[in-house]
């Protein structure tokens, strides 16, 4: 059995995140290490922080990944060997560790280091847009000669743009003229995964040679955002790891990449429920669920043994 862990991206942290996740001596070094940059526990942190605090582009990529870290680290010790790993934005860094290529503190402080290149780079009001049902060639059109650009592709003719915000405001209109099912503003603040953050690569890339970087486990198969491919050669997929912060991140592929590599079970390692929602719609037949679907690691752990038994 074959079970594939998906690893959120920001825009689902929130007062309670940590609920499920935060407890047990496994998880305790991570939210000793992340305090530093809150000055207090995460788990307290978030419980009094406003809207406009858990948004800010730094504080949402570390409460995101401390999360997919804190649930891998419940998780691990039940789950076989075998299984693919794909990582959503900035979860692609928590999914290094969870397919082990790259110890959690390590990914922590890489998301610091990424979060605050991509924080440099960015220039102006930024933004990012989600848009379904108008197709790749007439967003790229409606993108022409704008501050814009696709961002991230999902199933389904779903994607994601980002850019100025003046730029995704007169692409939002448009696309409702040319029929778009739904277009909704994405919580976050830069434009993620496009050229205008591409002085943030580089600086990343630099901060990424200086951690402790291993072959992996055997049979644990690691996804790359940017074109869904099998992570083999380390300075290839460092690279590459790299690029995906000013280059799209391709979702639909990385499912692909699952189902291919034989997923029988797709488990989101949260915070939110967006990439099980987005795995079950485009492959039904598979179960998928998210650790937030759940009240109790009880509740995680009996329905990871009924799919493996299938």
């Known amino acids: 059995m074959t079970i594939a862990l998906l690893c ?21 070094p991570l939210f000793s290490h992340a305090s530093r940059w809150f000055g207090s526990d995460p788990r307290d942190w978030v ?14 990529q570390v409460l995101c990944t401390l999360h997919t870290l804190a649930a891998f680290a419940h998780l691990a010790p039940i789950l076989g060997r075998r299984c693919c790993v794909a990582g959503y934005s900035v979860g692609e860094v928590a999914a290094w560790h969870v397919a082990g290529r790259i110890g959690a503190l390590d990914a ?3 998301t610091v280091a990424r979060a605050s290149a991509m924080n440099a780079a960015s220039t102006g009001q930024e933004g990012m847009l989600f848009v379904r049902g108008v197709n790749r060639r007439a967003l790229d059109a409606l993108c022409a000669g704008r501050d814009a650009a696709v961002a991230i592709i999902n199933p389904g003719d779903a994607y ?6 003046d730029a995704l405001s007169a ?6 003229q040319a029929g778009a099912a739904r277009i909704v503003p994405v919580p976050v603040r830069v434009a993620s995964h496009t050229s205008r953050l591409a002085a943030a690569v580089p600086v990343f890339r630099r901060a990424l040679d200086g951690v402790s970087v291993s072959a992996g486990m055997a049979g644990r198969r690691l996804v790359s955002g940017i074109d869904g491919a099998i992570v083999l050669d380390k300075r290839g997929g460092l690279d590459r790891l790299a690029r995906q912060i000013a280059e799209p991140v391709d979702w639909s592929a990385c499912l692909q990449a699952c189902d291919e590599a034989g997923a029988s079970a797709f488990l989101e390692l949260g915070p939110g429920r967006a990439l099980s ?9 598979i179960p998928s669920r998210s650790i937030a679907d759940f009240r109790s690691w009880e509740g995680v752990h009996a329905w990871i043994a009924r799919v493996m038994q299938n």
Do not use: C, K, W
């Not at 795995?279 to 039904?284: C, F, G, H, M, T």
């Open 8 to 28: 959120s991206g920001q825009g689902h942290q929130g007062p309670g995140m940590f609920d499920l996740v935060g407890h047990g001596p496994d998880v305790a």
């Open 47 to 60: 419980r009094s922080a406003s809207d406009e605090q858990l948004r800010e582009n730094a504080i949402a």
């Open 108 to 110: 922590l402080d890489l």
């Open 160 to 165: 994601v743009l980002a850019g100025t915000a």
């Open 171 to 176: 692409i939002a209109l448009d696309a409702r």
């Open 277 to 285: 929602q987005m795995a079950a719609d485009a492959y039904p037949l």
